[in-house]
């Protein structure tokens, strides 16, 4: 209560200087305008004497001069009339209170002097008068004055009366106001702060919530709120790292986390810098009406990658594509991020529509994606998308190359199959870089990589690299296969490296993974969440279902969505029984729509959900509820939660990691995952129900099998699945691969020239 009052207090004190300063203005202002009527009002009468005298005075008539002022005395404001001589004695005297006149005031010496009228305030007898004086003239030549005074007592009466009105105005502002600010300043701030005081404590001793309660908005306290919710997130994850690691540490367990890499990382690269390029950002700046708003993609990529930035103040290149990305960088197209508390450096390159059109859209992912996957679908490749690609490589090869200017020895981390010809034109600019290159699609055997008319520049350019990273090992002994078939090179099979033109590149695999999230023991809430999660959504779809099943995908030909929805057909019209029960969830996320054979996808996969809920629909359940419009992380691990059975069908993927998201989301130990064998985390996640996925009678069986389940069964399963991605998490794979990199030996320092 003090500081409300002292609040208040100088809050009255201030009200109450500022009133009563302006109403002192106000009434000067006031003084001198009375004052300016009282002289223009004498001016006016003596004026008029001036004209009813000077013939009397020229022809030294003083009876008719003494006529002439009486016939104006009569005004009650005048206090007396007189007339001097040259002299400056009275002739003549007329008025109730003449005695300010007995003596010449020196208005009218100055007005007989100067031959102008004169005025001044006096005091007489403690009251105020004002003399107004005009000169008086015989022969033309200034023989005397005349002078006029009125009562100026009213003036002084009047502004009295105005400034004790002030002051009585003052008050009742005061007495009105304090009050009204006192509630006020309790309730927007001191209430408030009081509220965030008692919460940053119960944070700082371990208890409370971590979401701060919620403040009036204003601009002071909405900044102080994100500030201090900045401040307790990182107490919040301070806390919950030390704890972890204390834990891990207790029991011995060697788990890699976000903190844990970062140590590691910072030891290893010694305070040297990484260097990123992707063809993603991990943060996109898109306008919300007229102002840029953070936009954070959802994205595996981001979530394996960012921890090695933030670990070493590293640097991010990728495309900068929405709408805003432009208005916030730099002049050098850089800004640091994450926003919340800036780490490292985001360095975005532009493109082109045409630029985009061919190396995004064409090259890489009407060529490469279809040649990498093999999915049936026929590869483009055009030669004007080929110069394109060429054409985005060498733009961010010199972004990458202005980067690191200044930087000795630096470390080049190069995602995806966009950059295949980024290693050997970085090389080739920095042989002192050490460069690695993660491919995450898989690579095909060789047969079908020959299709592509430029698979030898492919190969020698990711044969700059110094380490070349896949998925699996099938992947990486296609691409030593196809080293053979595309280039000359000495291919050491036994240590997995190939050497062109002096320099040499080992191939490794490593699995990416995901996040996992740390959690106690099973509790039974956890076990009666998936049916109210069930609940939650069915009721949200205008869906009844008394199980779900989920499928997470881009709306991508690889993914397998016409095969699942037949299996789905299948398993309805084999097992009737789970007819108006089963409902499979399929999350279709639109991807590359600007693409022809996207947009024809789309169209088909729709149209068969259509199709199949059409035969089997009943009331409110249908068999297929399609989902097409993107869900972020929170979204989709709700239904994971509620999904009895995860459905993955990939026809080709290089791991897939809805399949591994989902065991992570399985704290409670349940539910099943079906699994395609050409998705590479088949590889790990072995007791998944593996199929075929172009065997529509064996998915529809593993999705019957999937539904039966013991809970004995799914436990035990899931159980082995989570310890496997609990343990090659993703800190694990970025662990693995920056090790490798940052182990390579860079001796030859000339630039190297493909051959």
Known sequence: MRTPLIIASVLAVSVAVVSLSFDRFQAARQRQLLRDDLRAHAAVLADSAQDAVEPYFEKK??????????RITGRTDVKGIAVYDAKGVPIVQSGRASAPLTVQPAAAARALTSDVAAGEFVEFDDSPVFVYAVPLHRDNKAAGSLAVAVDAAGIDARVARTMWESVANAGVQVLLTVPVMLLVVRWRFTDPLARMTTWLHSLRIGGGDHELPALPQAPVLNELHKEVTHLARDLGAARAIAEREAHLRETQVSLWTAERLRVSLSKKLKDRPVFVVSNR???????????????VPASGLVTALEPVLLACNGTWIAHGSADADRVVVDDHDRLRVPPDRPRYTLRRVWMTPEQERGYYYGFSNEGLWPLCHIAH????????????YQEVNRI??????????????????????????????????????????????PWPNPEVFSICPFARELVDGLLGADLIGFHTQLH??????????????????DRFAVTRLGHTTSVRPYPISVAFPEAGEPSRELFTREASERAAICEQLGI????????????????????????VERLMDQYPEFQGHFTL????APSRTEIDRYQRFLEEVTAEAERINARFRRGRWRPIAWLNRHHTHEEITRYFRAASVCVVTSLHDGMNLVAKEYVAARDDNRGALVLSTFAG??????????VNPYDIQQVALALRRALEMTDDDQRDRMRRMRHNVRENNIYRWAANLMTDLADVRVDRLEPVTAA
């Open 396 to 441: 961010f090869a010199e972004a990458a190359l202005e980067e690191m200017e200044g930087t000795t020895s630096p470390i080049l981390l190069v995602q995806d199959y966009h950059f295949a010809l980024l290693p050997r034109l970085i090389k080739k600019a920095r042989p002192d870089a050490r460069v690695a290159i993660f491919w995450h699609v």
């Open 281 to 295: 950002e991990p943060y996109m700046h898109s306008f919300a009406g007229d102002v840029p708003k953070v936009v």
């Open 585 to 588: 969830a399929q999350i279709g």
């Open 61 to 70: 008539t003083d009876a008719s001069i003494e006529r002439a002022l009486k």
């Open 681 to 690: 985390a088949a590889l790990e996640l072995t007791d998944a129900l593996l």
């Open 476 to 493: 990486c002994n296609n691409f030593l296969s196809s080293v053979d078939r595309s280039v000359e090179a000495l291919t050491e099979w």
């Open 377 to 388: 679908t026929r590869p483009i490749f055009r030669p004007e998308d080929w110069e394109y």
């Open 544 to 567: 009844e279902a008394s199980v779900l099943g989920v499928g997470v995908d881009r709306i991508d030909y690889t993914k397998g969505l016409l095969e699942r929805f037949r299996a």
